[in-house]
C-alpha cells in the first residue's frame, strides 16, 4: 500500500517561516516533490528533490525562500518556508514520480504518480 502524507501546514504571518514534512510509505521514489493550489487556481508546481544525489528544482516565485531537502533513510521528504507571504497561501501537496523515463522536468503533474490528500498553509498579512 502506496501512502503519502503530509504535515506542518497551519497559520503563519507574512515573513515568518513553516517547514512541511511528507512521510513516504510502501515504496521508494525517484524523485518527489512540492505542490501547491489556491482557491479558484490550478495546481502550480513549487520544488523538486532526486532521491539519489539530492539534485533540486525551484519554481521561480519561491526560489531563494524556500528549501526542499529528503531523508533517504526515513523516507521523508522536507519543504523549508521562509519569508512567507500571503501568496503563499495554498494547500500543499506531496507528490512521487517513479521514474520510469529518462529524462524529466520535475515541474509537471504529469510526471507523478502518487499524491497525498494536502495540507494547509495559510499566511496573514
Request: hydrophobic share 35%; aromatic share 14%.
Amino acid at each position: 500500500q502506496v501512502q503519502l502524507v503530509e504535515s506542518g501546514g497551519g497559520l503563519v504571518q507574512a515573513g515568518g517561516s513553516l517547514r512541511l514534512s511528507c512521510v513516504a510509505s510502501g515504496r521508494t521514489f525517484s524523485f518527489m516533490g512540492w505542490f501547491r493550489q489556491a482557491p479558484g487556481k490550478e495546481r502550480e508546481f513549487v520544488a523538486a528533490v532526486t532521491w539519489i544525489g539530492s539534485g533540486t528544482s525551484y519554481a521561480d516565485s519561491v526560489m531563494g525562500r524556500f528549501t526542499i531537502d529528503r531523508d533517504n533513510v526515513k523516507n521523508i521528504m522536507y519543504l523549508q518556508m521562509n519569508k512567507m507571504t500571503p501568496e503563499d497561501t495554498a494547500v500543499y501537496y506531496c507528490a512521487g514520480g517513479r521514474g520510469v523515463k529518462g529524462n524529466y522536468f520535475f515541474r509537471f503533474e504529469s510526471e507523478y504518480q502518487d499524491w497525498g490528500q494536502g495540507t494547509q498553509v495559510t499566511v496573514s498579512s
